[in-house]
């Protein structure tokens, strides 16, 4: 069953070679072609790496920091009194 999609859905879909493979910074530029939208976007990216990961020394792991972080701001509250609370607020407690 054909489902409806809007005109911005079509007009950047003729601007993808869904056949090919593109490279990274050629991805990048066709996706900053495509025409605004009304929301906050995402983009999903899939790469092949070529690594067979039942193999123990090919596995992929690892993290990537993100540019803003992760939104979320670390606080520190202690509950302490005098030397303790004063030694707490040093190492960068808030509350």
Same mark, same amino acid.
């Given at each position: 069953?054909?489902?409806?999609?809007?005109?911005?859905?079509?007009?950047?879909?003729?601007?993808?070679?869904?056949?090919?493979?593109?490279?990274?910074?050629?991805? @990048? &530029?066709?996706?900053?072609?495509?025409? $605004?939208?009304?929301? /906050? %976007?995402? =983009?999903? @990216? &899939?790469?092949?790496?070529?690594?067979? $990961?039942?193999?123990? /020394? %090919?596995? =992929?792991?690892?993290?990537?920091?993100?540019?803003?972080?992760?939104?979320?701001?670390?606080?520190?509250?202690?509950?302490?009194?005098?030397?303790?609370?004063?030694?707490?607020?040093?190492?960068?407690?808030?509350?």
């Amino acid at each position: 069953m054909q489902r409806n999609r809007s005109k911005r859905y079509r007009a950047a879909a003729q601007q993808v070679d869904r056949a090919k493979a593109y490279s990274l910074p050629e991805a @990048v &530029s066709t996706l900053k072609k495509f025409p $605004p939208t009304k929301f /906050d %976007q995402t =983009v999903t @990216v &899939s790469f092949r790496l070529g690594v067979d $990961p039942k193999q123990s /020394d %090919q596995m =992929v792991r690892g993290t990537c920091p993100l540019p803003h972080g992760s939104g979320k701001q670390v606080r520190v509250l202690v509950f302490a009194e005098g030397e303790s609370a004063q030694a707490a607020r040093e190492a960068g407690a808030e509350f």
